[in-house]
């Protein structure tokens, strides 16, 4: 299978993995924050993965994530889950642009 997918195929396969990779984890930490800490869960606007939630619900879930609030919940898997969360985002970040800086537009492979 490799052998017929181009580099530039495997990175945007790598990426798509990773990312959905990341959807899950962070379902998750989103469900372990309602069913645990239901008045945060609240407060943030009621975070959920894959549905229609306003830029602001986006945006206070984001920060409670990258600013480390979570870790004043004292709860080691919904920090687990956090840290893992920001370590997929990071690389899939770094895929992308290497991605783009190696394959631009369609580049050569």
Known sequence: MFVLLGMSHLWIL?????LIAGGI?????????RVRHREEWTRL????VLSHLPMSVQWKLNAFLWRGQ???????????????????????GLLILLGGIYWPAGGAE
Not at 25 to 33: A, G, K
Not at 45 to 48: F, L, R, V
Not at 70 to 92: F, G, Q
């Open 70 to 92: 979570y870790r004043t919940l004292e709860d080691s898997a919904l920090s687990r889950l956090a840290v893992a969360v920001k370590i997929l985002t990071v690389v899939v």
């Open 45 to 48: 606007g009621e975070p959920a």
């Open 14 to 18: 790598l990426a798509i993995a990773l």
């Open 25 to 33: 984890l962070m379902s998750r930490f989103c469900r372990l924050l």
